[in-house]
């Protein structure tokens, strides 16, 4: 962060975010708050469920409960900023303020990809070695890869954010988005940055590439255990208890390249606003809602924690 007290001469910021759409301020507001404590209610009951319910106590849950802390984190770092900016005239925020948004935004973000990975391959062990499954998936292998993503995704994060506070900024303040992400920020610099740029997007494809092929070999694999399973049942049942995962994976992966692995010409443009809505609103909110909607497994937790009937065979 010392690059950044040196260089700027900017001291603040100010997020366009959703001004163009001046009239309609007091509706935005309410929707993002009700998808907001819908997302923080919603992965609360996720860890509860999965905190008091044994049934659950597993490495596959165990990162989902991981994961939806992370998210939780991640939106806090974003929207109760963007609702004060919806019911206030003055939507600045400060360079220290805007470091320290982009620094945790990337920290969860790049967390986050790499968990989802590790769900990956926590799917791959269970699919592929289902009898040696609770030997390679011990708890000191899950606390590993739990504290090796958080580690890299922030140490990354910390790299990412020098770099960008380390350009220099001399004039224009306005950053044409609802919070500090790298392009829009970027886009104001009055150096260079070709060269950092160039680095930014080597870490981003590190990120985002590297997980989702590994993500990609993983299934590659259970989909060729899966075809060997002799009764249609049990294909049926193994391909279930991916596709959760799945959809997780095809959103967050996808909304992710389609802003930070495209041309540098595209990038910071009106219409990643409406993208960077999903990945930092929609995505949080989808990761609860379809692992416990497509999960028996959760639904019944749930039933149970909430004292419902639940039915057995």
Do not use: W
């Not at 009700?34 to 044994?54: E, G, K, P, Q």
């Amino acid at each position: 962060m010392q690059g950044f007290n040196r260089t700027a001469v900017v001291t603040q910021f100010i997020l366009v975010g959703f001004s163009s759409l001046e009239e309609l301020q007091v509706l935005l507001f309410v929707i993002f708050l009700l998808l907001y404590l819908t997302i923080l209610m919603a992965n609360a009951i996720i860890m509860t469920v999965i905190c008091f319910s044994r049934t659950l106590h597993t490495p596959m849950y165990g990162f989902l409960f991981i994961l939806s802390f992370s998210e939780s984190c991640y939106t806090f770092v974003i929207i109760p900023q963007l609702l004060v900016h919806l019911l206030s005239a003055t939507k600045t925020i400060s360079f220290i303020a805007c470091a320290t948004q982009l620094f945790f935004f990337l920290g969860f973000a790049c967390t986050n990809c790499f968990l989802i990975a590790v769900m990956g391959y926590d799917r791959y062990v269970a699919i592929c070695h289902p009898l040696r499954y609770t030997l390679i998936m011990s708890k000191r292998l899950g606390l590993g890869l739990v504290s090796l993503s958080t580690v890299t995704g922030f140490f990354i994060a910390l790299v990412a954010t020098n770099l960008i506070c380390g350009m220099h900024f001399c004039g224009p303040n306005r950053v044409n988005h609802y919070f500090c992400d790298m392009a829009p920020v970027i886009k104001l610099a009055c150096t260079d940055t070709h060269v950092k740029e160039l680095a930014l997007f080597s870490l981003s494809i590190l990120v985002i590439m590297m997980p989702f092929l590994l993500i990609l070999v993983s299934y590659g694999f259970i989909v060729n255990t899966i075809l060997k399973i002799p009764s249609a049942e049990g294909k049926r049942k193994a391909f279930a208890t991916c596709a959760s995962h799945l959809t997780v994976v095809f959103v967050h992966y996808g909304c992710a390249s389609i802003i930070y692995l495209q041309p540098k010409s595209k990038s910071a443009s009106d219409k990643d606003q409406l993208v960077a809505v999903t990945y930092t609103v929609v995505t949080p909110l989808l990761n609860p809602l379809v692992y416990s909607l497509r999960n028996k497994e959760v639904k019944t937790a749930l039933k149970r924690v909430l004292g419902m009937p639940v039915a057995t065979k």
